[in-house]
């Protein structure tokens, strides 16, 4: 089955960086679209990156310039290197993946089939 694991979160100082893994493993990896969302306590899962099968990447408005979205085919992982970290970017990261993700509908949720457990990002100012 198919199963997304994340690691690389941990506590930060404001301004630091992270970087984010998403090993995935029971799937043809390179078909997937790869996308990262977040959910701090009392708010709804937010849209952060994606990268699609053919490369392309988008990001949502909050994290463009900062954080940065690749993956590596070959290793079957999704990575999110975030810069510039801000208390505001606390939260839990979640992986998704699905092979059939509708352009216009990128960054929602319900669109995602397979979802990792999560990973802790805290920012400290």
């Known amino acids: 089955q198919v199963q997304l694991v994340e690691s690389g979160g941990g506590l930060v100082q404001a301004g630091g960086s992270l970087r984010l893994s998403c090993a995935a493993s029971g799937l043809t990896f390179s078909r997937y679209t790869m996308a990262w969302f977040r959910q701090a306590p009392g708010r709804e899962r937010e849209f952060v990156a994606v990268i699609r099968y053919n490369g392309h990447t988008y990001y949502g408005d909050s994290v463009k310039g900062r954080f940065t979205i690749s993956r590596d085919n070959a290793q079957s992982t999704a990575y999110l290197q975030m810069n510039s970290l801000k208390p505001d970017d606390t939260a839990v990261y979640y992986c998704?993946?699905?092979?059939?993700?509708?352009?216009?509908?990128?960054?929602?949720?319900?669109?995602?089939?397979?979802w990792g457990q999560g990973t802790q990002v805290t920012v400290s100012s």
């Open positions: 998704a993946a699905d092979q059939r993700v509708i352009l216009s509908s990128i960054g929602s949720a319900n669109q995602y089939d397979y």
